[in-house]
């Protein structure tokens, strides 16, 4: 079964040209189904980018997905095309004001994870974006600075910086084996990371109510959850396509900034060869997973959350 976003959303015509389910508002109106209904709340300044690539993971399920895109009115992006948010995107105001409930619920990473969360200039309109979900979501996945914000605005659990940026391909093990999040994962997968910083483990393994789901000497925490998997955080990025490190890396050189070759991700460490690809069956494998979870546990009418 496919996702459904608007024609007019520059993802349907590029998940269409990879064969990927979507459908239209008017179809969508003739299945005789109830759908699951997603938010995304996008931080990411690559925003078009970033909503292919969730969509992509999103629409690999045999489920019905309905899609919202959420933006912070308190915020100006100046990364978006002009008028997308505007034509795509509800306020976030609206949609707690209503108290419109959702099935699931992603909060993506952003670029401000040096900052204080204080200091981010919409830090207190995703603090109610959060204090909702936890009465009208299932489920919500809180994804790199997101999980950051998520760890901290729920529990306390601060951040600290790294000696240098986390970035490239790595690998990760399972702690939980029996977790519905990794129903038929290897012993070991890999997956991008790209971040400054890193929450504090000690807080996470003092506060009964989380579970360190997967980590890693090098990499640190990689999923914790919480409340039986209706909280996920997850500080990497197995959403990212092929080449999103590789236009990072770019980006910073192209600034002088100070950042060495994403590990694991260029053949022979050769900027100039093709990254290959190791993560792209995981990925899919996890967003799978995780819509299959909150189809089977989210309540028929979501009426009911609260």
Known sequence: MPIKIPIALPAYNALKNENVFVMTDDRAEHQDIRPLKVGIVNLMPTTVDTEIQLLRLLGNSPLQVDMTFLRMGSHESRNAPPGHLERFYLDSKKIIQEKIRFDGLIITGAPVETLPFEEVDYWDELARVIDYSERCVWSVMHICWGAQAGLYRRYGVPKKPLEKKLFGVFPHRINERHTTLFRGFDDEFLAPQSRHTASDRGAVVCNPKLTIQSETDETGLFIVTAREGREIYVTGHLEYDPLTLDREYRRDRGKGLPIEI?????????????????????????????????????????GELG
């Open 262 to 302: 994403p590990k694991n991700y260029y053949p022979h460490d050769d900027h100039a060869q093709t990254p290959i690809v190791r993560w792209r069956a995981h990925a899919h494998l996890f967003f799978l997973n995780w819509l299959n979870y909150v189809y089977q546990e989210t309540p028929f009418d979501l």
